[in-house]
């Protein structure tokens, strides 16, 4: 039996598992499923698959899950200390599916036990990418990735040396706006931007998606998770979704991951790795699909390349600077304080206001360290959209 953990088990990754391991049920053994404020969700799927102990993350909902629980055998606990706690009990495979920056923490804290940490949440490697892969080293801990792209670059890098790579190419939809005139953008809508054409994700990275700060963290992902150099990462538009990435060799080959729009294809291989095992995914019909295309991004629709690029290039504080502030511009574009088209001004803005007084050139050496600079990256973040709402 392989003892599994789920960390955002009520979202959109932590669902599409516990869709996976419920299908096999006696072979695993789930201790810990986390959440936020979903406590049905959490509680239902905390009884189904018998976990030992079920945690949501706000400290006030812990009665509610309580009640949920009662009677069940399944401990409830919440908060973060609760999480850490989580975090520390013994698993063969750990799920990181929390969304945001809340991933990094208890991400970490598992690799210290040298688990095998499935990784879907991008932000801890772009946050503290050098940081989070020196803990899985120290450990004995291994990082699976999770995303379509990265699973697709570890399955093509399968049995090949890493030196002979001459570029990866990450693919892109282009997200919801695609196709909308670009002096349209800037009156986009959540709703608008919340609108996938290919995959059914959570709302933050559907949105993420259409401006293109999702694929310019997975460029920065890239670089983390497998140490190639900015020069060698490419992102490519490709509206089908159907190839996740390709590999480029010294050699001319390029190799191609394709599969259908499921992330339980990339779930589902971190979960059987090193093996390879059948799963419940569509399979793709070529001669029905007919044609892939594929096209240059421009850079004028989405600036987040340009800043993942410039952040790849420096390295150090710039990645958690990153993050944090777009985190914030996301948070004030869902709340109407900001339009579509500002969130990269606004993450501009925060790594010129930065890079004036710290050198971002310089690596962060501790968790701590990374959490206070994306604590004061938040706060400019904050101050700089409250001063483009006052100049109107
Ligand atoms: P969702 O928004 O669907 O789910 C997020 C999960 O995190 C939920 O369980 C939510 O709980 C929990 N959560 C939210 N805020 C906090 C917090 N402050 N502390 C602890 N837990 C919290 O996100 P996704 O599943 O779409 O994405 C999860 C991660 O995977 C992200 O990093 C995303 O970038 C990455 N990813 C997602 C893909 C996808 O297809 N969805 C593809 C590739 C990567 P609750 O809902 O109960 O409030
Ligand atoms: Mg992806």
Known sequence: MRRVSIFGATGSIGQNTIDLIARDLPAHDVV????????????ADAIRLKADVAVTAYEDRLDDLRTALAGTGVEAAAGQGALAEAADRPADWIM?????????????RALRHGTTLALANKESLVTAGPLLMAEARAHGATILPVDSEHSAIFQALVGEDIACVEKVIVTASGGG???WPLERLASATPADAGAHPNWDMGQRITIDSASMFNKGMEL???????????????????????????????????????????MRHAIGYALNWPDRRALPVDRLDLAKIGSLDFHAPDPARYPALRIARAVMETGGKAGTIF??????????????????????????????ALSAQFRLTIPMSSLEEVLEMDHIARQTAWAHIEKRRQAG
Not at 32 to 43: S, V
């Open 32 to 43: 810990a499923l986390t959440g936020g404020g979903n406590i049905d969700r959490l509680a």
């Open 96 to 108: 990181s599916a929390i969304v945001g920056a809340a991933g990094l923490a208890p991400g970490f």
């Open 177 to 179: 706006l695609r196709d």
């Open 220 to 262: 920065i992902e890239t670089r983390e998770f497998f140490g190639l150099p900015p020069e060698k990462i490419e992102a490519v538009i490709h509206p089908q979704s159907l190839v996740h990435a390709l590999v480029g060799y010294c050699d001319g080959a390029l190799m191609a991951h394709l599969g259908a729009h499921d």
């Open 323 to 352: 993050n944090a502030a777009k985190e914030v511009a996301l948070d004030g574009f869902l709340a109407g304080r900001i339009g579509f088209m500002e969130m990269a001004g606004v993450v501009d803005a925060v790594l010129d």
